[in-house]
T-cell receptor
Framework: AQSVAQPEDQVNVAEGNPLTVKCTYS??????LFWYVQYPNRGLQFLLK??????LVKGSYGFEAEFNKSQTSFHLKKPSALVSDSALYFC??????????????FGAGTRLAVHP | DAGITQSPRHKVTETGTPVTLRCHQT?????MYWYRQDPGHGLRLIHY???????DKGEVSDGYSVSRSKTEDFLLTLESATSSQTSVYFC???????????????FGPGTRLTVT
Protein backbone atom coordinates (compact mmCIF):
# COMPACT_ATOMS: atom_id res chain seq x y z
CA ALA A 1 0.00 0.00 0.00
CA GLN A 2 1.15 3.51 -0.70
CA SER A 3 1.76 5.68 2.32
CA VAL A 4 3.54 8.65 3.80
CA ALA A 5 4.95 8.76 7.31
CA GLN A 6 5.95 11.75 9.35
CA PRO A 7 7.60 10.13 12.35
CA GLU A 8 7.62 13.21 14.61
CA ASP A 9 4.42 14.75 15.93
CA GLN A 10 6.34 17.84 17.00
CA VAL A 11 9.76 19.36 16.34
CA ASN A 12 11.20 22.03 18.61
CA VAL A 13 13.95 24.32 17.35
CA ALA A 14 15.62 27.46 18.65
CA GLU A 15 15.43 30.49 16.41
CA GLY A 16 18.49 30.74 14.18
CA ASN A 17 19.22 27.02 14.32
CA PRO A 18 18.76 24.71 11.33
CA LEU A 19 15.55 22.72 11.22
CA THR A 20 14.60 19.38 9.72
CA VAL A 21 11.11 17.92 9.42
CA LYS A 22 11.19 14.27 8.42
CA CYS A 23 9.11 12.42 5.84
CA THR A 24 9.37 8.89 4.49
CA TYR A 25 7.24 7.37 1.78
CA SER A 26 6.23 4.05 0.31
CA UNK A 27 5.09 3.99 -3.31
CA UNK A 28 5.73 1.88 -6.34
CA UNK A 29 7.72 3.52 -9.08
CA UNK A 30 9.08 7.04 -9.07
CA UNK A 31 7.47 9.21 -6.39
CA UNK A 32 6.05 12.70 -6.81
CA LEU A 33 6.53 14.36 -3.42
CA PHE A 34 5.20 17.56 -1.90
CA TRP A 35 5.48 19.69 1.24
CA TYR A 36 2.72 21.95 2.49
CA VAL A 37 2.53 24.32 5.47
CA GLN A 38 -0.56 25.24 7.46
CA TYR A 39 -0.69 28.31 9.67
CA PRO A 40 -3.40 28.53 12.35
CA ASN A 41 -6.93 28.82 10.97
CA ARG A 42 -5.67 28.78 7.40
CA GLY A 43 -5.69 26.35 4.50
CA LEU A 44 -2.61 24.45 3.39
CA GLN A 45 -0.03 26.38 1.41
CA PHE A 46 2.23 24.69 -1.13
CA LEU A 47 5.95 24.91 -0.28
CA LEU A 48 7.78 22.74 -2.78
CA LYS A 49 7.65 19.58 -4.85
CA UNK A 50 9.91 16.90 -6.25
CA UNK A 51 8.90 15.42 -9.58
CA UNK A 52 12.20 14.71 -11.24
CA UNK A 53 15.68 16.19 -11.51
CA UNK A 54 17.96 17.45 -8.75
CA UNK A 55 17.56 15.72 -5.41
CA LEU A 56 17.72 19.05 -3.57
CA VAL A 57 14.58 21.06 -4.21
CA LYS A 58 14.23 24.70 -3.21
CA GLY A 59 10.89 26.19 -2.29
CA SER A 60 9.14 29.12 -0.70
CA TYR A 61 10.23 31.01 2.44
CA GLY A 62 13.79 29.64 2.30
CA PHE A 63 12.75 26.02 2.69
CA GLU A 64 14.34 23.16 0.79
CA ALA A 65 13.89 19.42 0.72
CA GLU A 66 16.21 16.57 -0.07
CA PHE A 67 14.97 13.57 -1.98
CA ASN A 68 16.79 10.37 -1.05
CA LYS A 69 15.66 7.41 -3.12
CA SER A 70 17.66 4.76 -1.25
CA GLN A 71 16.22 5.85 2.09
CA THR A 72 12.77 6.64 0.61
CA SER A 73 12.87 9.98 2.37
CA PHE A 74 12.00 13.57 1.54
CA HIS A 75 13.03 15.66 4.55
CA LEU A 76 12.20 19.35 4.74
CA LYS A 77 15.03 21.65 5.81
CA LYS A 78 15.84 25.25 6.50
CA PRO A 79 19.30 26.57 7.42
CA SER A 80 18.09 29.13 9.97
CA ALA A 81 14.68 28.86 11.61
CA LEU A 82 12.42 31.83 12.31
CA VAL A 83 9.73 32.10 14.96
CA SER A 84 7.32 32.78 12.09
CA ASP A 85 8.07 29.30 10.70
CA SER A 86 6.08 27.82 13.59
CA ALA A 87 3.23 25.95 11.91
CA LEU A 88 1.92 22.52 10.93
CA TYR A 89 3.80 20.85 8.07
CA PHE A 90 2.44 18.13 5.83
CA CYS A 91 4.30 15.81 3.49
CA UNK A 92 2.34 14.27 0.59
CA UNK A 93 2.93 11.81 -2.24
CA UNK A 94 1.04 11.39 -5.46
CA UNK A 95 -1.17 8.31 -5.45
CA UNK A 96 0.20 6.28 -8.33
CA UNK A 97 -2.68 3.81 -8.17
CA UNK A 98 -5.00 6.62 -9.25
CA UNK A 99 -3.93 6.43 -12.88
CA UNK A 100 -4.35 9.77 -14.58
CA UNK A 101 -6.30 11.23 -11.67
CA UNK A 102 -4.31 13.69 -9.60
CA UNK A 103 -4.72 12.38 -6.06
CA UNK A 104 -2.38 12.94 -3.12
CA UNK A 105 -1.79 10.93 0.03
CA PHE A 106 -0.95 13.09 3.06
CA GLY A 107 1.05 12.34 6.16
CA ALA A 108 -0.42 13.06 9.59
CA GLY A 109 1.52 16.30 9.93
CA THR A 110 4.37 17.60 12.09
CA ARG A 111 4.01 20.62 14.30
CA LEU A 112 7.09 22.84 14.20
CA ALA A 113 7.68 25.11 17.16
CA VAL A 114 10.49 27.66 16.84
CA HIS A 115 11.42 29.25 20.16
CA PRO A 116 13.01 32.71 20.47
CA ASP B 1 -6.13 30.79 -0.70
CA ALA B 2 -6.34 33.03 -3.75
CA GLY B 3 -8.91 31.90 -6.27
CA ILE B 4 -10.68 29.48 -3.94
CA THR B 5 -13.48 30.37 -1.55
CA GLN B 6 -15.44 28.17 0.79
CA SER B 7 -18.79 28.89 2.37
CA PRO B 8 -19.79 28.96 5.07
CA ARG B 9 -16.54 29.35 6.99
CA HIS B 10 -18.11 28.20 10.23
CA LYS B 11 -21.26 26.21 10.88
CA VAL B 12 -22.89 24.60 13.88
CA THR B 13 -25.67 22.16 13.14
CA GLU B 14 -27.66 19.49 14.93
CA THR B 15 -27.39 15.76 14.47
CA GLY B 16 -29.63 14.49 11.71
CA THR B 17 -29.84 17.70 9.70
CA PRO B 18 -28.55 17.99 6.14
CA VAL B 19 -25.62 20.30 5.51
CA THR B 20 -24.14 21.57 2.26
CA LEU B 21 -20.70 23.13 1.97
CA ARG B 22 -19.72 25.07 -1.11
CA CYS B 23 -16.37 25.45 -2.83
CA HIS B 24 -15.95 28.06 -5.55
CA GLN B 25 -12.87 28.55 -7.73
CA THR B 26 -11.91 31.21 -10.22
CA UNK B 27 -8.88 29.38 -11.64
CA UNK B 28 -10.74 27.20 -14.17
CA UNK B 29 -8.90 24.12 -12.84
CA UNK B 30 -10.21 20.73 -13.88
CA UNK B 31 -9.82 18.84 -10.61
CA MET B 32 -11.56 19.66 -7.34
CA TYR B 33 -11.34 17.82 -4.02
CA TRP B 34 -12.96 17.70 -0.63
CA TYR B 35 -10.85 16.72 2.39
CA ARG B 36 -11.49 16.56 6.08
CA GLN B 37 -8.80 17.36 8.63
CA ASP B 38 -8.80 15.72 12.05
CA PRO B 39 -6.03 15.65 14.66
CA GLY B 40 -3.69 12.70 14.14
CA HIS B 41 -5.12 11.87 10.72
CA GLY B 42 -3.74 14.60 8.51
CA LEU B 43 -5.98 15.20 5.54
CA ARG B 44 -8.28 12.49 4.27
CA LEU B 45 -9.92 12.60 0.87
CA ILE B 46 -13.72 12.48 0.90
CA HIS B 47 -14.62 12.89 -2.78
CA TYR B 48 -13.02 14.39 -5.82
CA UNK B 49 -14.09 15.60 -9.24
CA UNK B 50 -12.22 15.34 -12.51
CA UNK B 51 -14.69 17.38 -14.53
CA UNK B 52 -18.25 18.69 -14.65
CA UNK B 53 -20.59 15.92 -13.47
CA UNK B 54 -17.58 13.58 -13.07
CA UNK B 55 -16.95 12.63 -9.46
CA ASP B 56 -15.54 9.71 -7.52
CA LYS B 57 -15.18 8.54 -3.94
CA GLY B 58 -12.17 9.03 -1.73
CA GLU B 59 -11.12 7.06 1.33
CA VAL B 60 -13.77 8.43 3.73
CA SER B 61 -16.84 8.96 1.54
CA ASP B 62 -19.50 7.27 3.69
CA GLY B 63 -22.17 9.76 4.72
CA TYR B 64 -21.12 12.33 2.12
CA SER B 65 -22.23 13.15 -1.40
CA VAL B 66 -20.97 15.69 -3.91
CA SER B 67 -22.09 17.46 -7.03
CA ARG B 68 -20.36 19.50 -9.68
CA SER B 69 -22.67 21.15 -12.19
CA LYS B 70 -20.22 23.87 -13.18
CA THR B 71 -16.44 23.97 -13.48
CA GLU B 72 -16.17 26.54 -10.72
CA ASP B 73 -18.41 24.99 -8.07
CA PHE B 74 -18.07 21.77 -6.06
CA LEU B 75 -20.65 21.05 -3.38
CA LEU B 76 -20.26 18.66 -0.45
CA THR B 77 -23.44 17.45 1.23
CA LEU B 78 -23.79 15.66 4.53
CA GLU B 79 -27.13 13.94 4.07
CA SER B 80 -27.77 13.51 7.80
CA ALA B 81 -25.03 15.01 9.92
CA THR B 82 -23.51 13.00 12.76
CA SER B 83 -21.15 14.03 15.55
CA SER B 84 -18.35 12.03 13.89
CA GLN B 85 -18.53 14.49 11.00
CA THR B 86 -17.44 17.35 13.22
CA SER B 87 -14.25 18.41 11.48
CA VAL B 88 -12.54 21.05 9.39
CA TYR B 89 -13.32 20.62 5.71
CA PHE B 90 -10.98 21.80 3.00
CA CYS B 91 -11.56 22.17 -0.69
CA UNK B 92 -8.63 21.92 -3.08
CA UNK B 93 -8.13 22.37 -6.79
CA UNK B 94 -5.53 21.32 -9.31
CA UNK B 95 -4.99 21.61 -12.99
CA UNK B 96 -4.79 18.58 -15.25
CA UNK B 97 -1.35 16.99 -14.85
CA UNK B 98 0.82 17.28 -17.93
CA UNK B 99 4.53 16.57 -18.01
CA UNK B 100 5.90 17.80 -14.71
CA UNK B 101 3.27 20.48 -14.05
CA UNK B 102 -0.27 20.46 -12.78
CA UNK B 103 0.27 18.08 -9.88
CA UNK B 104 0.13 20.68 -7.14
CA UNK B 105 -3.13 21.00 -5.25
CA UNK B 106 -4.15 24.44 -3.97
CA PHE B 107 -6.32 24.71 -0.90
CA GLY B 108 -9.18 26.90 0.20
CA PRO B 109 -9.42 28.49 3.68
CA GLY B 110 -11.55 25.71 5.17
CA THR B 111 -14.93 25.32 6.83
CA ARG B 112 -15.16 24.45 10.49
CA LEU B 113 -18.24 22.28 11.01
CA THR B 114 -19.55 21.34 14.44
CA VAL B 115 -22.35 18.79 14.74
CA THR B 116 -24.03 18.85 18.15
Amino acid sequence: AQSVAQPEDQVNVAEGNPLTVKCTYSVSGNPYLFWYVQYPNRGLQFLLKYITGDNLVKGSYGFEAEFNKSQTSFHLKKPSALVSDSALYFCAVRDRTAGGYNKLIFGAGTRLAVHP
Amino acid sequence: DAGITQSPRHKVTETGTPVTLRCHQTENHRYMYWYRQDPGHGLRLIHYSYGVKDTDKGEVSDGYSVSRSKTEDFLLTLESATSSQTSVYFCAISDAPTGTSGFVQYFGPGTRLTVT
